[in-house]
């Protein structure tokens, strides 16, 4: 009897020997996080992405964040937030803000639009077109707003678009009669160069011109009724089933056949302050980058492999934001996604 249980009790020795062996060569999976910072038109496409990423790697956590793509930026740049992914919706922002500062490599990978969203219920709805459609805003009764441009890159557009159409269409007061009699932001016109002056601190008169912080927080305002009609990308436009004016390849700054005649436009933000930079119209192209003070490259490396391989293309293109075929990659590339990029200098 006493040769059994030394026996049995040798045994279970044995199993606690080896089950302590196994924790120790092979530890439990550590639960990780990785943190994204994103334009806020980015939002539903990162969301397929993260769902894809989430399910190859269990033990990893994804966090978006969406904001304004210069406010993506300044949470690296000023306030020195650490971020795995930074993907905005003007890759110029990496360019000029994060590189080589911040970042080692930039990638060009999506493309998009600029249009005028709006619903069934919104003034005008069965009489605007892509002909009258600056004259249907100029009406008394009609409301409409774009994202603040000092933070969200479709604002910006959006200032740049009117401009742009004030030149296509020889309507000589159409800015002043949509924005300046509505807000504090004011254009310089000397020659065929044309400079929208926006204030640090943004001011609307009355209420017919709204601005939000990014421009899918316009999206409730219009489809409420509150406003007629909002500026926007004809991706966000698509994956939210609005209506929307196609505006000419002349202003809707998404031909790049077109990117000269863009470029007579320039836009002065966060004017008259410390932090004032200037911003030379151009095609929409959207940028993707690693920061330097990444927690976890590694895992946005990977991250970033899924929006440019084949899954993340084809939810991009799903969601009306036509990915870059063959990406434009830009400084010095983590070497897993070389594959995946034409490198330009």
Excluded at 214 to 240: P, T
Excluded at 298 to 316: A, R
Aim: aromatic letters at 12%; a positive charge; glycine letters at 6%.
């Amino acid at each position: 009897m006493v040769k059994v249980w030394n026996t049995i009790l040798f045994l279970t020795f044995l199993v606690v020997i080896t089950a302590v062996g196994v924790y120790l060569i092979l530890p439990p999976s550590e639960n990780l996080t990785l943190r994204v910072f994103h334009a806020g038109s980015l939002t539903i496409p990162l969301n397929k992405v993260k769902n894809i990423f989430e399910a190859k790697y269990p033990n990893v956590k994804v966090l978006l964040e969406p904001s304004g793509s210069v406010e993506a930026i300044r949470k690296v740049v000023d306030y020195g937030k650490s971020a795995d992914v930074v993907a905005v919706a003007d890759y110029k922002l990496i360019e000029n803000l994060m590189y080589p500062n911040y970042t080692n490599f930039y990638i060009k990978f999506a493309v998009n639009n600029l249009v005028l969203a709006y619903t069934n219920k919104s003034r005008y709805a069965e009489e605007i077109s892509k002909e009258n459609w600056y004259t249907i805003l100029g009406r008394k009764d009609v409301r409409f707003g774009f994202s603040d441009p000092n933070k969200d890159p479709c604002g910006y557009r959006s200032l740049v678009a009117l401009a742009l159409a004030q030149i296509y269409y020889e309507k000589p007061s159409l800015f002043k009669c949509l924005i300046e009699d509505y807000t504090n932001i004011g254009l310089k016109v000397e020659g065929q160069n044309y400079t929208i002056i926006v204030p640090e601190k943004l001011s609307v008169k009355g209420s017919k011109v709204v601005i939000r912080a990014k421009s899918v927080d316009l999206l409730a305002l219009v489809e409420s009724g509150i406003i007629d009609y909002a500026f926007e990308y004809k991706s966000v436009a698509v994956q939210h089933k609005l209506n929307f004016v196609e505006f000419p390849p002349q202003i809707n700054l998404g031909s790049p056949e077109y990117e000269k005649f863009y470029s007579k436009v320039q836009v002065k933000l966060l004017a008259g302050s410390k932090n004032e930079q200037v911003i030379v119209a151009s095609p929409i192209v959207y940028g993707i980058t690693i920061p330097k003070n990444a927690k976890n490259p590694e895992l946005g490396v990977k991250f970033v492999t899924i929006v440019l391989g084949v899954k993340g293309k084809s939810i991009f293109k799903d969601s009306g934001q036509p990915p870059i075929l063959k990406p434009l990659g830009y400084g010095k590339i983590p070497k897993p996604l070389l594959p995946y990029v034409k490198l330009e200098e």
